[in-house]
T-cell receptor, first 108, second 115 residues
């Protein structure tokens, strides 16, 4: 079953922060986060393999709550280049099922 | 590293014809490759999992006789859309997972338009 993401869409001004949530009804073995720009392939952002794990690079980080079957992606001090659709991907296991997606638009 | 090449990037065909899409991992070996389909403004939906040297595993609702998948080597998987119809028009994306790895790397996608 497809993970549900919230919110469906976010509009930000440059420099603002955002949080994207991913929730699954099934047990998660890992959580992947991708960003896709219109008409392009998804680009890998990060993977969280263990419950309680947190990761980040630049100003994008994520957390994984295995017990709650949830993950969150945190974008701080957003830049114009952050615009796109963000997908979480969950492995139930051994194949990647994408979430419903969150469209993020950053304006100057 | 971790480059996946998908070809062609765009194809337009007549209804009833077949179309083959290639997916290659250029700098790593991939025992497992995946095929997704994406309709406008929607998420990527997994169609099938392709394992080198064995039959593909199709997701529920995906017609295996219509979407033929072959994974003949550790670096190449192909998807053939047979007897394509306008409703098959979509964005098809492949991904490859390095043998023993966790991350899936995606090709650039193929936009199929069936007239």
């Amino acid at each position: 079953q497809q993970p549900v993401q919230s919110p469906q869409a976010v509009i930000l001004r440059e420099g603002e922060d955002a949080v994207i949530n991913c929730s699954s009804s099934k047990a998660l073995y890992s959580v992947h986060w991708y960003r896709q720009k219109h008409g392009e392939a998804p680009v890998f952002l990060m993977i969280l393999l263990k419950g309680g794990e947190q990761k980040g690079h630049d100003k994008i980080s994520a957390s994984f709550n295995e017990k709650k079957q949830q993950s969150s992606l945190y974008l701080t001090a957003s830049q114009l280049s952050y615009s796109g659709t963000y997908f979480c991907g969950t492995t139930p296991p051994d194949k990647l099922i994408f979430g419903t997606g969150t469209r993020l638009q950053v304006f100057p | 590293g971790a480059v996946v090449s998908q070809h062609p990037s765009r194809v337009i065909c007549k209804s009833g014809t077949s179309v083959k899409i290639e997916c290659r991992s250029l700098d790593f070996q991939a025992t497992t490759m995946f095929w997704y389909r994406q309709f406008p403004k929607q998420s990527l939906m997994l169609m099938a999992t392709s394992n080198e040297g064995s039959k593909a595993t199709y997701e529920q609702g995906v017609e295996k006789d219509k979407f033929l998948i072959n994974h003949a080597s550790l670096t190449l998987s192909t998807l053939t859309v047979t007897s394509a119809h306008p409703e098959d028009s979509s964005f098809y994306i492949c991904s490859a997972r390095e043998t023993g790895g966790n991350i899936q790397y995606f090709g650039a996608g193929t936009r199929l338009s069936v007239l």
